[in-house]
């Protein structure tokens, strides 16, 4: 069985900083994209950022220049460093990852963190 689990929420005053951590166990074989998304009550979830295996990177053009997105591969962990933090950050951060167990992958979600940015 894959888990995913999220840690690092919190809450935080604009401007600030928190850093998400996400770790992968289980039975996994190999671990494709990783990545970050957000939702906030009443709204959609939608893409934060993404990383590859390799280390390329997509970000949303909301956080871009604020947030970084970065991987472990020998530890199984993605992480979210947020700077700059603004109210509109606010939102359930789950963790999502592409991981093969066995013949194909599948896709896995983290059961979210909170982060809330006070203004």
């Known amino acids: 069985q894959v888990q995913l689990v999220e840690s690092g929420g919190g809450l935080v005053q604009a401007g600030g900083s928190l850093r998400l951590s996400c770790a992968a166990s289980?039975?996994?074989?190999?671990?494709?994209?990783m990545g970050w998304y957000r939702q906030a009550p009443g709204k959609q979830r939608q893409l934060v950022a993404t990383?590859?295996?390799?280390?390329?990177?997509n970000y949303a053009d909301s956080v871009k220049g604020r947030f970084t997105i970065s991987r472990d591969n020998a530890k199984k962990q993605v992480y979210l460093q947020m700077n700059t933090l603004k109210p509109e950050d606010t939102a359930n951060y789950y963790c999502?990852?592409?991981?093969?167990?066995?013949?194909?992958?599948?896709?896995?979600w983290g059961q979210g963190t909170q982060v809330t940015v006070s203004s």
């Open positions: 999502n990852a592409d991981i093969r167990s066995s013949w194909y992958f599948q896709t896995y």
């Open positions: 289980g039975s996994i074989a190999s671990i494709n994209v």
């Open positions: 990383i590859t295996s390799s280390g390329s990177t």
